[in-house]
């Protein structure tokens, strides 16, 4: 058993490796050293999901096992997580949300995890709700109750992400009732993510003709816009004083550049490839730039201080893999906080600061499968 894995992981790995030079030969931040089997050797143990170099890490527990698991966000009492699943094998076609909780020891409990969302269409980016009894995410099941298709790749076959104009934002109970329909515009709206006051909501929307930030109010209502300049404007989080949000942007620059984002985005696709992270208040004034590293720079989550942000990167290599990270407001100390050699992202803190959940492809068997995992938070 042990020796047929080690053989599909040395297929894998060398692959892996072919994929990584071709796409990192182009890009100028490539990191020579970011072979995979040095990666590997650095786990704790054979039986460890952790690396040695993870020590902002410990106590980290695997959450689900299998299929596609991500962006598991924090109840606002640290004790569940909300979470995306798509598993064909298991019968769950297109993302679907799930809840589950977390033992006060930080393990997994022993209540499997419950879907949430009603199974028709498919579903995106779920948050809880104050009190933890309802949960937001959007869902296509109003446009069709099928899995929308997944788009082929786009120019020169680059990897696209679909902006499913179907989304719409709505409010359910934990046994898939839906309570509330947030938004009602023609256009994409997802990503919605609360304040830890509880007060306001952000999403993203296509409303405006271009993928913009908004907050709201929790029942839809006082629609603000954030952000109104030209790029991907997406994945925004608040910070810990909730005055405070930070998310990832493209910023097409060129005519070539700005002709190729705005054809992809008439045919409702965006190309995630060339991102970095802004910070603003949520007044929309004092947008500054955080990261100017390259590549893609994504999924950002403030530390619990404030002053700091996670976030995913694949700067460090150009293609695979992509790590967590950790850098100061002003872009400075940049910190590689997680080492697998695959994919590591969605870091988010819980509100009570001592955990860190995230998405990872460690520990799956050499499949491509990405799952949660939460631990301890070291500083
Ligand atoms: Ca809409
Ligand atoms: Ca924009």
């Given at each position: 058993m042990k020796l047929n894995i080690a053989c599909v992981f040395a297929i894998v790995a060398s692959s892996a490796l072919i994929i990584g030079c071709s796409e990192s030969a182009s890009n100028p931040h490539s990191n020579p050293h970011s072979g995979g089997g040095d990666r590997e050797e650095n786990k704790l143990s054979e039986?460890?999901?952790?690396?040695?170099?993870?020590?902002?890490?410990?106590?980290?527990?695997?959450?689900?096992?299998?299929?596609?698991?991500?962006?598991?966000?924090?109840?606002?009492?640290?004790?569940?997580?909300?979470?995306?699943?798509?598993?064909p094998k298991g019968g769950i076609q297109c993302d679907?949300?799930?809840?589950?909780?977390?033992?006060?020891?930080?393990?997994?409990?022993?209540?499997?995890?419950?879907?949430v969302?009603?199974?028709?269409?498919?579903?995106?980016?779920?948050?809880?709700?104050?009190?933890?009894?309802?949960?937001?995410?959007?869902?296509?099941?109003?446009?069709?109750?099928?899995?929308?298709?997944?788009?082929?790749?786009?120019?020169?076959?680059r990897y696209v992400w679909p902006i499913y104009t179907d989304f719409e934002i709505f409010e359910t109970d934990l046994e898939g009732n839906v309570l509330n329909q947030l938004t009602d515009r023609p256009g994409y709206d997802a990503e919605a993510t609360l304040s830890p006051q509880g007060d306001k909501m952000v999403f993203t929307s296509t409303r405006t003709g271009?993928?913009?930030?908004?907050?709201?109010?929790l029942d839809g209502s006082n629609v603000f816009q954030v952000t109104n300049e030209l790029g991907y404007d997406g994945g925004a989080f608040f910070s810990p004083d909730g005055e405070w949000l930070v998310w990832r942007s493209s910023r097409p620059k060129t005519e070539e550049d700005i002709k190729k984002y705005k054809d992809?985005?008439?045919?409702?696709?965006?190309?995630?490839?060339?991102?970095?992270?802004?910070i603003g208040r949520v007044d929309g004034t004092e947008i500054r730039q955080v990261t100017q590293l390259g590549g893609a720079n994504w999924a950002p989550y403030f530390h619990p201080d404030g002053d700091k942000i996670l976030f995913s990167s694949n700067h460090h290599?150009?293609?695979?893999?992509?790590?967590?990270?950790?850098?100061?407001?002003?872009?400075?100390?940049?910190?590689?906080?997680?080492?697998?050699?695959?994919?590591?992202?969605?870091?988010?803190?819980?509100?009570?600061?001592?955990?860190?959940?995230?998405?990872?492809?460690?520990n799956n068997g050499r499949t491509r499968s990405t799952n949660v995992f939460v631990a301890n938070w070291v500083e």
């Open positions: 039986d460890s999901v952790t690396y040695e170099k993870e020590v902002h890490l410990s106590n980290m527990h695997q959450f689900t096992f299998g299929g596609d698991n991500a962006e598991a966000y924090w109840s606002f009492d640290s004790n569940s997580l909300v979470f995306q699943t798509s598993n679907q949300i799930f809840v589950m909780d977390v033992d006060a020891d930080g393990t997994p409990s022993e209540t499997p995890p419950r879907r969302s009603n199974g028709l269409g498919r579903t995106t980016c779920a948050y809880y709700m104050p009190g933890d009894t309802t949960v937001v995410f959007a869902s296509t099941h109003l446009g069709s109750e099928e899995c929308p298709p997944v788009p082929e790749r786009g120019v020169e076959g271009d993928l913009e930030l908004f907050t709201c109010d992809l985005l008439a045919k409702d696709l965006v190309e995630p490839t060339d991102m970095e992270l802004f290599t150009g293609g695979f893999p992509f790590n967590i990270f950790m850098i100061n407001l002003d872009g400075t100390e940049l910190t590689q906080v997680t080492f697998d050699n695959a994919f590591d992202s969605f870091p988010m803190f819980s509100p009570d600061g001592k955990r860190l959940a995230f998405s990872s492809n460690r």
